[in-house]
């Protein structure tokens, strides 16, 4: 059987790799501590020598639209291209083209849809910056394979946090009996708290820290227990408008465990947003 | 009331450089233009088959041809759409960086939780 290398969850921060290519001149003050950070974060997968990618996001209204909205969604297609016109003139982020694994995606929807989730797919995706973002961050070569899952967590009705932690538990049961001698990681991004075109955005810190600080620590603690508690649809409009994107965390940490504690986690308290890093090894630290 | 027209006008214009230049600089008759050949348009879809009922209220309309953002939060257009949408054509206009996504939050200051539904 397959074999889970690492399972990573981490926010998508669009402005990374304009922070990080900038010349000296141009760069944001807080750039060389964040670039440290993302060094240390992507040896974490380095180390887990993975063969494929697992890549949980979500598309913001780039290909997915209101007249044909999936709740979730898997690709299925040899390449996918990847950014768009506006993230490249908001973001700076370059085109790119991955490379796809047709027959996990094929494994995952078969097996999705037999544990009664009912996934749409898409043989032609065009996969944006909650993908990419990743890719840049933790393997910047962009040489491996990937499958990319689309979440909703954009356009309500969306689903409940409890569902994103069930399609969690049904991915690594999925990749634990995939018939395969590859590693694969998962690697998903989300948000902690964020506010986006409303009055508590681009503030010192993200919009929330308290909620912040308790998502670390849930996700740290892998205590799903406690963020399915504290968390609904309607409590995470509290946080800041944008902080349904909480529910790609909680999905990962389906993916990881009830109780499973991260092998890294690191944060960084950036304006607008916290940025937050986290790590697991369901198979043992790689030596 | 089509929070789901409103959309799709930020949406459509939002993924084309020419549409959003055209809009910054003449959005009353790129509203018109759009109300009356783009709005029917079902996405995705070939030529020829297109809906039949979809158009503005008349505080959308103004609200779209006034580049009143705050209206727009207020009428329950998707806050993403609309922001990235009014950074592409404003953000120039403002010398420090993030400037105006400082201000537009400013002007969205008297909302409250519950901030208006954005579901369609």
């Not at chain 1, 912040?212 to 996700?219: H, P, Q, S, Y």
């Given at each position: 059987m397959a074999?889970?290398?690492?399972v990573?969850?981490?926010?998508h921060h669009?402005?990374?790799?304009k922070?990080?290519?900038?010349?000296?001149?141009e760069r944001?003050?807080f750039?060389?501590e964040?670039?440290?950070k993302?060094?240390a974060?992507?040896?974490?997968?380095?180390?887990?020598?993975?063969?494929v990618?697992?890549m949980?996001g979500s598309d913001?209204f780039?290909?997915?639209?209101?007249?044909?909205m999936?709740?979730?969604?898997?690709?299925?297609a040899?390449?996918?291209?990847?950014?768009?016109?506006n993230?490249?003139?908001?973001f700076?982020?370059?085109r790119?083209?991955?490379r796809g694994?047709?027959?996990?995606s094929?494994?995952?929807?078969r097996g999705g849809?037999d544990?009664?989730f009912d996934?749409?797919?898409?043989?032609?995706?065009?996969?944006?910056h909650?993908?990419?973002?990743?890719?840049?961050?933790?393997?910047?070569e962009?040489?491996?394979?990937?499958?990319p899952?689309?979440?909703?967590?954009f356009?309500?009705p969306?689903?409940?946090?409890?569902?994103?932690?069930?399609?969690?538990?049904?991915?690594?049961?999925?990749?634990?009996?995939?018939?395969?001698d590859l590693?694969?990681?998962?690697?998903?991004?989300?948000?902690l708290?964020?506010?986006?075109?409303?009055?508590?955005?681009?503030g010192p810190?993200g919009?929330?820290?308290?909620f912040?600080?308790?998502?670390?620590?849930?996700?740290a603690?892998?205590?799903?227990?406690?963020?399915?508690a504290?968390?609904?649809?309607?409590?995470?409009?509290t946080?800041?408008?944008?902080?349904?994107?909480?529910?790609?965390?909680?999905?990962?940490?389906?993916?990881?465990g009830?109780?499973?504690?991260a092998?890294?986690?690191?944060?960084?308290?950036l304006?607008?947003?916290?940025?937050?890093y986290?790590?697991?090894?369901p198979n043992?630290v790689?030596? | 009331?089509?929070?789901?027209?409103l959309n799709?006008?930020?949406f459509?214009?939002?993924?084309?450089p020419?549409?959003v230049e055209r809009?910054?600089?003449?959005?009353h008759?790129?509203?018109a233009?759009?109300e009356?050949?783009?709005a029917n348009?079902i996405?995705?879809?070939?030529?020829g088959?297109?809906?039949?009922w979809?158009s503005f209220?008349?505080g959308?309309?103004?609200?779209l041809?006034s580049?009143?953002?705050?209206?727009?939060?207020?009428?329950?257009a998707?806050?993403?759409?609309t922001?990235?949408?009014?950074?592409a054509?404003?953000?120039?206009?403002?010398e420090?960086?993030?400037?105006?996504?400082?201000?537009?939050?400013?002007?969205?200051s008297?909302?409250?939780?519950?901030?208006?539904d954005?579901a369609?």
């Open positions: 074999t889970l290398a690492a990573i969850a981490s926010t669009p402005f990374y790799y922070a990080s290519t900038a010349p000296p001149e944001p003050p750039a060389d964040w670039v440290a993302i060094t974060f992507r040896e974490t997968l380095t180390r887990a020598r993975p063969d990618l697992v949980v913001h780039h290909q997915l639209w209101l007249d044909n999936p709740q979730f969604l898997v690709g299925k040899p390449f996918y291209d990847a950014n768009w016109y993230e490249e003139r908001e700076g982020l370059p790119m083209l991955l694994h047709e027959e996990l094929s494994h995952i929807l849809l544990e009664g996934l749409a797919f898409s043989n032609e995706l065009r996969i944006d909650s993908i990419t973002c990743p890719i840049i961050t933790l393997r910047p962009a040489d491996l394979p990937i499958v899952i689309y979440t909703n967590i356009a309500p969306l689903p409940r946090p409890g569902r994103f932690v069930e399609l969690g538990h049904a991915i690594r049961r999925l990749i634990d009996t995939w018939p395969s590693r694969v990681a998962v690697i998903g991004t989300g948000h708290s964020l506010e986006l075109g409303g009055p508590r955005q681009f810190h919009p929330d820290p308290e912040d600080r308790k998502a670390v620590e849930w996700i603690s892998g205590d799903i227990e406690r963020a399915l504290e968390v609904t649809l309607d409590s995470l409009w946080p800041g408008n944008a902080t349904h994107g909480f529910m790609d965390f909680m999905l990962m940490m389906g993916v990881a009830e109780g499973a504690k092998d890294y986690a690191d944060s960084l308290d304006f607008h947003t916290m940025e937050a986290f790590t697991w090894y043992g790689p030596a | 009331m089509s929070k789901y027209l799709k006008f930020l459509t214009v939002d993924r084309d020419d549409l809009y910054r600089a003449a959005p008759e790129t509203v233009w759009w009356s050949t783009i348009e996405l995705n879809c070939h030529g088959e297109a809906s039949t979809l209220s008349p959308e309309r103004e609200a041809t580049h009143d953002y705050v209206r727009l939060f207020e009428l329950g998707h806050p993403f759409l922001l990235t949408l009014f950074i054509m404003f953000e120039r206009d403002y420090e960086p993030l400037a105006f996504q400082k201000e537009y939050a400013a002007r969205l008297h909302f409250s939780l519950p901030y208006p954005i369609t």
